[in-house]
């Protein structure tokens, strides 16, 4: 009997399976919890909005967006933080999914194909979200941790533009994927190169860049 061949998922997070941004609701949350000040929430969410409103990869706003993305958690213990983002996964990113996006996902699971999420969040974040939905897991950027708190830091680039594609290709030797028979979803021009990965790529609440492709 031949082996059924492995397939698997991969769906951006922002504006494609939730209204909004992960980040900026972690943010919001952190800061109403009062993990920082109005000055620094403010230097955030402008870093925030630079990088999505940007027209290309500027390698200046992807950094700068990294570190506003990375600071706030510096000096922060790992649990703490763990504790927090399930309750704003109640509080923001539950009230924010597309259930259009979440019924094409959790259908691909029933169909035995592994689903996970692709984003430039926090992954210890996406985790969270993919667990909660009943997915596969998730692929995010991540953060560094010494003795058991964020450093502030990143261990690896903040995973976008082609950062996302190297990451499933990475998965895909890691599983036995074939990536010609894997499905990618996004908003974004910017995941263009995640979306040319895989064999079947679909275009869900797409920007204006990328209902032309599409």
């Known amino acids: 009997m031949a082996l059924t061949q492995k397939r698997a998922a991969f769906f951006d997070v922002d504006n494609t399976l939730i209204r909004g941004s992960v980040i900026y609701f972690l943010g919001r949350g952190m800061y109403q919890r009062g993990y920082f000040t109005k000055k620094d929430i403010s230097r955030f969410v402008l870093a ?17 967006f990294q570190d506003a993305a990375t600071d ?66 998730a692929l995010g950027s991540k953060a560094e941790i010494e003795d058991g708190h964020y450093t502030g830091a990143m261990n690896v680039p903040l995973l976008h533009g082609r950062e996302k594609a190297t990451a499933i290709q990475q ?8 990536l010609a028979t894997c499905f990618g979803y996004s908003d974004s021009h910017n995941d263009f190169p995640l979306l040319l990965t895989v064999g079947n790529p679909s275009a869900i609440n797409p920007d204006a860049k990328l209902r032309i492709r599409a």
Not at 171 to 178: N, P, S, Y
Request: glycine fraction near 8%; proline fraction near 2%.
């Open 48 to 64: 925030n909005l630079r990088f999505r409103l940007t027209g290309k990869e500027n390698k200046e706003e992807i950094q700068r």
């Open 72 to 137: 706030f958690i510096g000096g922060h213990n790992v649990k703490d933080i763990e504790s927090i983002a399930q309750e704003i996964y109640d509080e923001y990113v539950s009230p924010a999914i597309w259930q259009g996006t979440i019924d094409i996902a959790q259908n691909l699971v029933a169909d035995g194909v592994e689903v996970y999420l692709v984003t430039a969040a926090p992954e210890d974040m996406a985790v969270i979200i993919a667990n909660r939905l009943g997915l596969t897991g």
């Open 171 to 178: 998965l895909a030797k890691e599983k036995g994927f074939d």
